[in-house]
């Protein structure tokens, strides 16, 4: 990496640059996603601290990098620090180069998704300075700013994805070097970055500790359930009001971790206890039925789970190369020793979302570690690869021969049409919806979807969540 002071040469005459031409920086719910040869933008409608729309900034995906166009009036001359922020809110809130509230505070900090902790200038690689460090804004005599750049540090999709933050001008101009901000002083302008032509609806959750994995739709009720990774309280979701009540509290029978979450035929809801290595059985009521716990072992992760059409549960371990078996009278026993299959665990998530397919001969699992997607004939246990290129894939939802995917560092939503006897596969499209923020599961609600967004990268950095945590809906693409 080049040193602060180097960069800064090259900073004055790329602002400029941007003010007068471009420069590349180093560094409802029928939705149906544009077609791959229209490139995905969105947009910011640029607001004064009293509200007022004062201009636009225009992002389009350029590969794996985005093409930004900024337009701003009504500011002092000179040049203005302008960053991409955290959060997708332009509300006051507290600012953390002084500790006190400002306006558009509620942006948080610097968009880091490298987590370098660090201010730098547009040059530096996200691992050494926050991806949203951007060039200045010039603003001439009349009072408007113009900046036109391209960027590898960002994007309108995956871990650099920028949908659902903010941009915002700064008063003062950029140092490129002091932390957090560059000392650029007030935010004076502030625009949530958001994609067009998109519907999805988000049903927030109320509790900031939730970090909500799993979820599950029983049709009957109208009710989604979703639990909390850190907690195991379930909630339940109305999936038309949105309103948002406990189900179950957590710690009920040591039940402290809820990850993956089905609904079988008679509405009792299944619960994947993660590191706890035990599989909880709900009555429609909320009421514990039977906890199984699963061999004793000091490293069980029990994943996902799904009911087949054979009247089985099936669940994953994501440390233990086996899969488990739950019956119709609720006795577990380890069905597939997969030290004897193609299936080769490693470190990190192995096996993950399950789901059967629709003739009832097949598992299709997913390798979090890998992105390889595996075929498991129920008859034989015979295990075949369908394919691989689904790195962080998450959890599965079949819909006919499309399988959708959700790749939770990659915060995006892929299907994938497989062929008839789910032996290949092909990934068609790759959806970032508005914005996803480490997306895990998913269910169907009529021709809907609904996603989590768990945000579990973040725990696990030990940083703070952003808040409230959400299901997204959206229609099937």
């Known amino acids: 990496m080049q040193g602060k002071t180097n960069r800064l040469k090259v900073l004055g005459l790329l602002a400029l640059a941007g003010a007068v031409g471009g420069s590349v920086l180093a560094g409802g719910m029928d939705m149906m996603m544009a077609p791959a040869s229209t490139p995905l933008t969105a947009t910011a409608a640029l607001r004064d601290e009293a509200g007022q729309v004062v201009g636009t900034a225009k992002f389009t995906q350029a590969g794996m990098g985005v093409q930004v166009s900024v337009e701003a009036r009504g500011l002092p ?42 201010h730098d200038d547009p040059q530096a690689g996200n691992k050494y300075g926050h991806g949203g460090d951007l060039p200045m804004l010039t603003v001439g005599a009349d009072g408007v700013g113009r900046a036109s750049f391209t960027t590898d540090k960002l994007s ?8 659902n933050r ?18 650029s002083g007030t935010r004076i302008r502030c625009g949530v970055i958001t994609r067009g032509g998109l519907s999805v609806r988000d049903y927030p959750l109320p ?29 339940a979701v109305n999936a038309s009001t949105g309103a948002v009540s406990k189900f179950s509290e957590g710690g009920a029978l040591g039940r402290r971790i809820a990850l993956g979450l089905k609904v079988d035929g008679q509405g009792r809801v299944w619960i994947a206890g993660g590191e706890q290595g035990t599989v909880a059985i709900l009555d429609s009521s909320g009421m514990t039925l039977k906890v199984l716990q699963t061999p004793e072992s000091p490293m069980p992760y029990i994943n996902d789970l799904t009911p087949a059409p054979d009247g089985n549960v099936y669940v994953t371990d994501s440390r233990r190369p086996v899969i488990f078996r739950v019956d119709r009278h609720l006795n577990l026993t380890a069905w597939l020793d997969l030290g004897k ?18 003739d009832g001969k097949y598992l299709l699992a997913m390798q979090t570690n890998t992105g390889d997607l595996w075929r498991i004939d129920l008859r034989t246990k015979a295990v075949k690869k369908v394919m691989g290129g689904l790195m962080h894939g998450d ?33 068609m499209l790759e959806e970032p919806l508005n914005g996803l923020r480490f997306p895990a599961t998913l269910t169907m609600v009529g021709n809907d979807m609904v996603v989590t967004q768990p945000q579990l990268d973040r725990l696990q950095a030990g940083m703070p969540p952003e808040v409230p945590f959400r299901l997204t809906r959206f229609g099937k693409f």
């Open 207 to 235: 509790d900031h500790l939730s970090f909500p994995e799993g979820v599950a739709y029983d049709a009957r009720k109208g009710v989604l359930y979703t639990g909390s990774a850190t907690n195991g309280t379930i909630y």
């Open 77 to 118: 001359a000179g040049n203005h620090g302008m960053h991409v922020h955290e959060y997708g809110r332009c509300t006051p809130g507290v600012d953390p180069a002084t500790n006190t509230v400002v306006p558009f505070g509620g942006a948080g900090g610097h968009f880091d998704p490298g987590m370098s902790k660090n």
């Open 395 to 427: 959890g599965l939802l079949l819909d006919g021969k499309a399988l959708y995917v959700a790749r939770n560092k990659d915060q995006v939503v892929s299907k994938v049409t497989l062929s008839a006897d789910s032996s290949s596969g092909k990934v």
């Open 166 to 183: 903010s941009l915002v001008i700064h008063a003062n101009p950029d140092d490129y070097k002091s932390d957090p901000a560059g000392k």
């Open 156 to 163: 309108l999709t995956g871990m650099t994805g920028i949908l």
């Open 341 to 358: 299959t193609p299936i080769k665990y490693g470190p990190g998530v192995n096996l993950n979302g399950i789901v059967p397919t629709a």
